[in-house]
Nanobody, 124 residues
Framework: QVQLVESGGGLVQTGDSLRLSCAAS????????MGWFRQALGKEREFVAV????????SYADSVKGRFTISRDNAKNTVYLQMNSLKPEDTAVYYC?????????????????WGQGTQVTVSS
């Protein structure tokens, strides 16, 4: 069973940057597609970005396109989310996940392994 551990969250101001990391315990077929999701207080978990093993397939939510960049270092079994030009509406708990179930890349239901989450708070 793959274990995922996120890090890098924190409290920043509008316009600042943060880089989140997600370390996987091992490389398996489950980690071919790795995604980032976020959940704000009182809201449903929403898709942020996803990347495949080679990095040749990436996708972003419209709300973060042009500001966030997903990448991965397969030698380290680690996925990153570089977040620039942060806004207060980016405030949420950010989760990384490994896609194991057939289904849309943007649907949380397609992901079976989840990290514990890391809090990102953007003050205005």
């Amino acid at each position: 069973q793959v274990q995922l551990v996120e890090s890098g969250g924190g409290l920043v101001q509008t316009g600042d940057s943060l880089r989140l990391s997600c370390a996987a315990s091992e490389r398996t077929s489950s980690t071919n597609y790795m995604g980032w999701f976020r959940q704000a207080l009182g809201k449903e978990r929403e898709f942020v970005a996803v990347i495949n093993y080679s990095g040749g397939i990436v996708s972003y939510a419209d709300s973060v396109k042009g500001r966030f960049t997903i990448s991965r270092d397969n030698a380290k079994n680690t996925v990153y989310l570089q977040m620039n030009s942060l806004k207060p509406e980016d405030t949420a708990v950010y989760y990384c996940a490994a896609k194991t179930v057939a289904g849309p890349l943007s649907s949380p239901k397609s992901y079976d392994y989840w990290g514990q989450g890391t809090q990102v708070t953007v003050s205005s």
